[in-house]
């Protein structure tokens, strides 16, 4: 058996590089996120063309675009630091923003092109973040260490 150099007191493990697949959804995130906040902002700005009776549904439509853009914006940080929570977070929203855009698409007229482009973006971004090598980027940083890979290996026998 070999043993590891010793590390120097206080110093903390390399860590490793974030993978280009994951860089570019981080980018992809922020841009959907606040293009999904601006799509929200004229959804719901087109309440004032609509028939009296799909003012609710196209103002709740509007909020919830904006919402769930902001909500996506602030885990993106998370996305770039590795964290899964913030993966499994961003997920969830992209899942119910990827569901107004259908609805957005179904119900409304003017806004087609924008919610489709919104659509195929998120969709490129869950599979970026789900599929390798961006999957492989937030498996558990104690594992990714290879004292701990040893000291595991070394406990299981």
């Given at each position: 058996?070999?043993?590891d150099?010793?590390?120097p007191?206080?110093?903390?493990?390399v860590?490793?590089r974030?993978?280009?697949?994951?860089?570019?959804?981080v980018?992809?995130?922020y841009?959907s996120?606040?293009?999904?906040?601006?799509?929200?902002?004229?959804?719901?700005?087109?309440?004032?063309?609509v028939?009296?009776?799909?003012v609710?549904?196209v103002?709740?439509?509007?909020?919830?675009?904006?919402?769930?853009?902001?909500?996506?914006?602030a885990v993106?940080?998370?996305?770039?630091r590795g964290?899964?929570?913030?993966?499994t977070?961003?997920t969830?929203?992209?899942?119910?923003?990827?569901l107004l855009?259908v609805?957005?698409?179904?119900t409304?007229?003017?806004?087609?092109?924008?919610?489709?482009?919104?659509?195929a973006?998120e969709?490129?971004?869950?599979?970026?973040?789900w599929?390798?090598?961006?999957?492989?980027?937030?498996?558990?940083?104690e594992?990714?260490?290879p004292?701990?890979q040893?000291?595991?290996?070394?406990?299981?026998?």
């Amino acid at each position: 058996m070999t043993a590891d150099p010793p590390t120097p007191t206080g110093a903390e493990p390399v860590a490793a590089r974030r993978p280009v697949v994951v860089t570019i959804s981080v980018v992809l995130v922020y841009v959907s996120a606040f293009a999904a906040v601006l799509l929200g902002i004229l959804v719901l700005l087109s309440r004032y063309e609509v028939v009296s009776s799909d003012v609710l549904p196209v103002s709740l439509l509007g909020a919830g675009i904006i919402l769930f853009g902001l909500l996506l914006v602030a885990v993106a940080s998370g996305i770039a630091r590795g964290s899964r929570l913030s993966r499994t977070l961003a997920t969830v929203y992209l899942a119910i923003l990827i569901l107004l855009n259908v609805v957005t698409i179904a119900t409304t007229d003017g806004w087609d092109w924008s919610a489709a482009a919104q659509f195929a973006v998120e969709v490129l971004i869950v599979l970026a973040l789900w599929l390798p090598p961006g999957a492989r980027h937030f498996r558990r940083r104690e594992a990714a260490d290879p004292a701990d890979q040893a000291a595991a290996s070394d406990r299981a026998t």
